[in-house]
């Protein structure tokens, strides 16, 4: 009888156990922590700062880390989600399968794009894709990146279907310090984010702004450059989507930050980044 009582107990205190745990880690309870290379800082910080501020009882820490490096430790179990901008390879998909043992299912929110700028003061205007293919196999290295493994450099390499470390290139770690210096270097051109200086109202934006001149994208003898209409059809060249990914295999937090981000009221927040909504909803207006 004591044993029978004494197993009760256990099975009692496991469970009392396992569901104080699963109630610790849930969509407004818990912590966690997502991982976003630098480019995509400044939505990252707005859709965590609002989505904290509804769920108080949740606290979500946001990691600056290279894309290849958070995609790292996604597979390795490390963090729970992470932001992606490039297609992952057929070999990364299947890494995904195997060691995540979920199905690949990428959670769309924002469309950014990879800039090409210049000091606000030179004469250059526009720049053909053919130009800067050349300008990455150029040994005058006239194109600066802010790093290895980072998503400019990931996407732009993608875009020409060649390996990063084929291409010649500049670096100035940060997005950030690649418009602030780059009036430094009057001979080269910076890329960069798009969200770095996308948010409208922003004074840090606002100021690099200021500095910087956005050049326009030849292509097929046509000219884009990255407005709001091109970044939602998808016409200016360098266009890319942004979306989640995540080894949460229940409805935690995680899950739960990622469809807050794709909602209504997420996707309103990517829209006064600056970036174009991925899931555009109607809003109606009642005429009386």
């Known amino acids: ?18 569901s104080k745990d699963i109630d610790i880690d849930n969509p407004n309870k818990g912590e966690i922590t997502v991982e976003a290379d630098e480019s995509f800082r400044s939505v990252l910080e707005a859709l965590v700062e609002r989505y904290t501020a ?10 600056i880390k290279k894309e290849d490096l958070g995609l790292l430790d996604l597979l390795d179990k490390k963090v729970r989600v992470v932001v992606m901008s490039r297609e992952l390879s057929q070999k990364e998909k299947e890494a995904y399968d195997k060691k995540i043992d979920m199905p690949w299912l990428p959670a769309k929110f924002a469309a950014d794009a990879v800039l090409f700028v210049v000091p ?11 130009d800067i293919y050349k300008e990455l196999n150029s040994d005058e290295k006239r194109m600066i990146f802010d790093g290895v493994n980072s998503s400019n450099l990931n996407f732009v390499a993608q875009k020409f279907k ?9 670096v100035i770690p940060g997005n950030k310090n690649v418009a602030q210096q780059l009036k430094n270097y009057p001979d080269k051109i910076g890329v960069i984010s798009y969200n770095t200086i996308s948010r409208p109202y922003g004074k840090e934006a606002e100021n690099l702004r200021k500095e910087l001149k ?11 450059d990255v407005s709001i209409d091109n970044l939602k059809n998808m016409t200016y060249p360098f266009t890319r989507i942004l979306y989640f990914l995540t080894n949460e295999s229940y409805y935690g937090l995680g899950n739960g930050f990622i469809r807050f981000s794709c909602q209504q009221l997420g996707q309103i927040i990517v829209e006064k980044e600056g970036l174009q909504p991925y899931n555009i909803f109607p809003r109606e207006v009642q005429m009386r």
Do not use: R
């Open 214 to 224: 956005i050049l326009k994208i030849i292509q097929d003898h046509k000219i884009y």
């Open 162 to 170: 060649k390996n990063p470390g084929d291409l010649k290139f500049s």
């Open 1 to 18: 009888m004591k044993k029978i009582l004494l197993l009760s107990w256990i099975s009692l205190f496991f469970f009392y156990s396992c």
């Open 120 to 130: 606000k003061d030179s004469p250059l205007e526009a720049i053909s894709m053919e």
């Open 54 to 63: 509804l769920n108080p009882q949740t606290k979500i820490n946001l990691v």
